[in-house]
């Protein structure tokens, strides 16, 4: 069998505003990379999968990565697999689509790369055995809504005429989703985009071969289009002449039956046909690792998310007459569960274990319970003690996997569910457990800084994607555009040095304008105006992205600054200087109340400015988490 080459592209950030920075690209394309090269995993070599993220998503960048893998890299019997996330738009002139770079301009199409003379010309010159290209783009630009017959038809992305050349190349495929528009924003899950989520999903086992094992393209395509809803589910475009392995050993040609060619003329798209159904996710699967990371969720069934095993008896040290008890305690314990009371469950299940200690099958129970209720470090040790007792018990292995899942140890959680299936190798819910796990490994183990240009995964190891940490992406949890909160003490001196200068700003105007009246007024007015503006903007943008540290000086400040207004006017001796000063001064009575006006405002509209934008940082964390 060939070798099996990649190229991922994913880019968030553009040069071009007219592109709205994307959230989960440059993960999603990282992500399914690293799973690719990963021993757990795809398996691929790492140095034949090239990652290119950001900045370094160029167009002569990404040209010269295409022509060499399609031309020179790629020989007759290797399978190449090209994956963008990105912005792609419609040419305004003559409505032909293009992929934007991060060096793209959208009113210079020619910036961006153009798939009919640029990516098909390389699908039908190289000598690949096969070629499938996976374009998960938001839609941006004024001429979709006018070109798609459907909110989120991909079609007049490739357009006619390719689609037309395409179903002439064998072998050449051409999958297309919908990663947002004008009328539907980004989506992801678990801090990847819905489409990848799903694929990585899909490679982990949703779409494998019952009989090989094997991860064919086709049933994988559909997989996606029964797992997504209707704005990423994909469209796929091309023939081939049979099943195309992406992942696993084997003779491709008789490993599953072969895929009929589209028969609705040019531009069709590919329908798989011979193929077992693959039924849509299962909703446990789906929801097996929530973005709060939890396997176990508290409002499903307690036993969680395999079903319990037949009743384990109860132990031989205890008495006939504890064994009974416990039995039937145990037996209350499960109708309290059918009634949805799982508390009142976990307090029987307590009172077995005091009457029968080893009794496997309550403290399996409690165990599950108690990861339903998030509890994970004591539910392991339930289920330790369970697996020192049966140390072939399927379903004790499992629920650890699940635990040590939630608890981030994904290393000894795969290799609990691997035990699991060696245990019982059909149990569809381990299997979904395992694809989770995968999934998550992939996700939140995937190094988080950029990808060197060129053969970014060529020198790490295979195990690259399992072994460092819980880091994720660099934009991920970051304010927008990609910055990040500073550091508390930091924040805390910026705060202080700009109040400190505005409050500086002020007095000086406020002291030009009262000592020397018969100077321009503008000068001393723009300078408290400064001040003023420059006490606003700290207060608004700082508090919006440092939080509370950047308010912390503000309440101070203004409190400072609301003296001297307060001394002047409330009090008899502010009066008598203020008589005073007017007196010696009559010309600078105008500046004085000025200045007066521009102290209350300093005490008021910077602390009103300070609580809107803290609110407003509030709220957006909120909705990313």
């Known amino acids: 069998m060939g070798k099996r080459l990649g190229l991922l592209i994913g880019i968030n950030q553009y040069q071009d505003n007219s592109f709205r920075p994307l959230r ?107 070629i499938v290209c996976i374009l998960d783009c938001f839609q941006t630009g004024r001429l979709w809504g006018q070109r798609r017959s459907s909110p989120f038809d991909c079609k007049p992305l490739p357009g006619p005429a390719f689609l037309a050349a395409l179903q002439q190349l064998p072998n050449r495929f051409l999958l297309c989703s919908c990663r947002g528009n004008e009328l539907a924003a980004e989506q992801g899950e678990q801090n990847v985009g819905l489409l990848a989520h799903r694929l990585l ?112 008896p109860a132990s031989a040290m205890a008495s006939p007459t504890a064994e009974q008890q416990a039995a039937l305690l145990l037996q209350q314990a499960r109708a309290l569960l059918q009634q949805q009371r799982p508390a009142d469950a976990l307090n029987l299940l307590e009172q077995v274990l005091q009457l029968a200690p080893t009794n496997a099958a309550a403290l399996l129970l409690k165990g599950q319970l108690l990861g339903t209720a998030g509890r994970f470090a004591e539910a392991l040790q339930a289920i330790e003690l369970v697996l020192h007792q049966e140390p072939g018990n399927a379903l004790a292995w499992s629920t650890r996997a699940a635990l040590l899942a939630n608890l981030g140890q994904f290393e000894a959680a795969l290799q609990a569910v691997e035990r699991s299936l060696a245990l019982d190798p059909h149990n ?27 053969p970014a995964l060529a020198n790490s190891s295979s195990n690259q994607a399992t072994a460092g940490g819980t880091e994720m992406a660099a934009t991920d949890g970051a304010p927008h555009g990609g910055q990040r909160r500073r550091r508390p003490a930091r924040a805390l001196l910026i705060s202080l040095a700009l109040q400190v200068v505005g409050l500086a700003l002020g007095l000086l105007g406020a002291w030009l304008a009262i000592k020397h009246p ?97 609110l407003s940082g509030w709220l957006r964390g909120a909705r990313r988490r």
């Open 518 to 614: 018969g100077a321009p007024s503008v000068l001393p007015l723009t300078i408290e105006g400064l001040g003023l503006a420059l006490l606003c903007v700290n207060a608004l943008s700082g508090c919006y992205f440092d939080g509370f540290w950047r308010f912390l000086p503000i309440p101070f400040t203004s409190l400072l600054t609301a003296l001297l207004p307060a001394y002047l006017l409330l009090t008899q001796s502010g009066r008598m200087r203020l008589v005073a000063l007017v007196t010696a001064n009559p010309r600078g009575f105008t500046a004085a109340l000025f200045s007066l006006l521009w102290a209350g405002l300093v005490a008021v509209l910077p602390l009103l400015l300070a609580l809107i934008g803290l």
């Open 24 to 130: 989960y690209a440059e993960m999603d394309a990282r992500a399914i990379a690293h799973w690719l090269v990963n021993s757990r995993g795809g398996r691929w070599n790492p140095s034949d999968v090239q990652l290119l993220l950001g900045p370094q998503a160029t167009r002569q960048h990404i040209e010269q990565w295409l022509t060499q893998l399609c031309l020179q890299a790629a020989g007759p019997d290797d399978t190449l697999f090209l994956y963008f996330a990105g912005h792609a738009f419609l040419d305004e002139g003559r409505a032909e689509g293009y992929l934007a770079l991060v060096d793209t301009f959208y009113q210079q199409p020619a910036s961006g790369l153009h798939l009919a003379t640029t990516l098909l010309p390389l699908l039908g010159r190289s000598p690949a055995r096969a």
């Open 201 to 312: 999903l899909g490679l982990c086992g949703g779409a494998a071969d019952p009989t090989s094992g094997q991860i064919i393209f086709q049933r994988l395509s559909l997989y996606l289009q029964q797992s997504l809803g209707e704005q990423q589910r994909p469209q796929l475009f091309g023939q081939g002449l049979g099943p195309l392995v992406l992942v696993g050993e084997g003779n491709p040609e008789t490993s599953a039956p072969a895929i009929a060619r589209a028969g609705n003329g040019a531009g069709g798209e590919a329908r798989p046909s011979g193929l077992h159904q693959v039924p849509p996710v299962p909703g446990r699967a789906a929801q097996a690792l929530p973005q709060t990371g939890q396997l176990l969720q508290p409002t499903q069934a307690p036993i969680g998310i395999a079903q319990l095993s037949p009743q384990q």
């Open 428 to 454: 569809a819910e381990t299997q979904t457990i395992k694809s989770a796990i995968l999934v998550k490994m992939a996700v939140t183990q995937t190094p988080a800084g950029p990808a060197a240009a060129g």
